[in-house]
């Protein structure tokens, strides 16, 4: 997608910043060195580059080649969100879910992860159908809790199809299908869910009156 090149890419300038970095973060034609990486990250992010503002806010918070700062990490992650990146925009909706260095505010977080489940991330689609879902953040919507647990489930994320299954099952924001809710199952049980591999079982076992 042209968008997915912009954030990776960038404008030429930012873009062979960039790519130094990523050179130096790697080990690609040159000694790893993290510090140099990060140089580079900055000058870039710096210049508008939104992966290289995503890399400088994982460095902050990890302490990978600089002493941990969460605020700087915030801070570049937000505006590595605000310039569109997906797995910025979701990792920001964590961030405020969980009130990590920010005060905690949900309804922020359904913010962001709206606007990467509109992008296609698979997470951010199954942690706004749960928002909506259990009404964290955003007004109950069962209807369009599923759809999004559907999104994600279809994108083949182990959780969604999970949730999905039991949405299935119970018939809540759908309509009651146990045939779907066992193909669901499966889907989640094959990549190792134990809750999916329950139900699973419990669909497949005959009832006793």
Do not use: C
Not at 2 to 17: H, K
Not at 53 to 70: H, I, K, M, P, S
Not at 122 to 143: C, E, H, I, N, P
């Amino acid at each position: 997608m042209a968008e997915d090149f912009y954030y990776i890419y960038g404008f030429s300038e930012s873009s062979d910043l960039f790519m130094d970095g990523e050179a130096y973060f790697w080990g690609q034609g040159v000694q790893r060195d993290m510090r140099k990486a990060l140089d580079f990250y900055r000058q870039a992010a710096e210049k508008g580059h939104a992966l290289a503002q995503f890399r400088l806010a994982n460095a902050y918070r990890e302490g990978n080649g600089v002493g941990v700062d969460l605020q700087q990490s915030v801070g570049w992650l937000t505006k590595s969100a605000a310039l569109g990146l997906p797995e910025a925009r979701y990792n920001l909706g964590l961030t405020y879910h969980e009130g990590l260095w920010v005060d905690r505010d949900p309804s922020e977080a359904v913010k962001w992860w709206r606007l990467a489940a509109d992008q296609g991330h698979a997470k951010a689609r199954f942690r706004l159908g749960m928002a909506l879902k259990f009404g964290d953040g955003a007004k109950v919507d069962l209807g369009l809790a599923a759809k999004y647990l559907r999104l994600s489930a279809d994108q083949g994320y182990p959780l969604a199809q999970l949730w999905l299954g039991l949405s299935y099952e119970s018939g809540d924001g759908v309509e009651k299908n146990l045939d779907l809710a066992e193909k669901y199952y499966e889907l989640a049980a094959k990549q190792g869910d134990p809750q999916a591999e329950q139900r699973l079982l419990a669909l497949k076992t005959p009832t006793l009156h």
